[in-house]
C-alpha cells in the first residue's frame, strides 16, 4: 500500500512563497500521476496541480497558473510544488494525491491521498 506524506505548509503574508512536498513511499513515483488538490473550509476538493508518469507532463488549474509549479525528485521519491505569489484565496489544506492507474485530476475515486498540509496566507 503506498503512503504519501506532505510537508511544507505554513502561514505566511500574501506576496510571500512557500514550498510543498510530497514524499511516497512503498513505490516509486514514475509508478504513478502524481498531483496536488486543496480544499478551503466549506468548499469541494478542488484540483491544483499535476505531473504524468514520466514527469513530462504537467497540468494547473487556471487559477494557479504562472505562480505554481509542480516538479518531482526521481532520486528522492519526491513531488513538490513551488508557490509563489501567494494569495489569500489560496488558503486551504493541500493534499498529495497519486493514482497508478489513471490521472489524478480525472479518476478522483481510486487516488491515494495523504492527509494533508495547511497552508494559510494572511493579507
Known amino acids: 500500500q503506498v503512503q504519501l506524506v506532505e510537508s511544507g505548509g505554513g502561514l505566511v503574508q500574501a506576496g510571500a512563497s512557500l514550498r510543498l512536498s510530497c514524499t511516497i513511499s512503498?513505490?516509486?513515483?514514475?509508478?504513478?500521476?502524481m498531483g496536488w488538490f486543496r480544499q478551503a473550509p466549506g468548499k469541494e476538493r478542488e484540483f491544483v496541480a499535476a505531473i504524468s508518469r514520466n514527469g513530462k507532463s504537467t497540468s494547473y488549474v487556471d487559477s494557479v497558473k504562472g505562480r505554481f509549479t509542480i516538479s518531482r525528485d526521481m532520486a528522492k521519491n519526491t513531488v513538490s510544488m513551488q508557490m509563489n505569489s501567494l494569495k489569500p484565496e489560496d488558503t486551504a489544506k493541500y493534499y498529495c494525491?497519486?493514482?497508478?492507474?489513471?490521472?489524478?485530476?480525472?479518476?478522483?475515486?481510486?487516488?491515494?491521498w495523504g492527509q494533508g498540509t495547511q497552508v494559510t496566507v494572511s493579507s
Open positions: 512503498g513505490r516509486t513515483i514514475s509508478s504513478y500521476d
Open positions: 494525491a497519486a493514482n497508478q492507474f489513471g490521472q489524478v485530476a480525472i479518476h478522483r475515486d481510486s487516488n491515494n
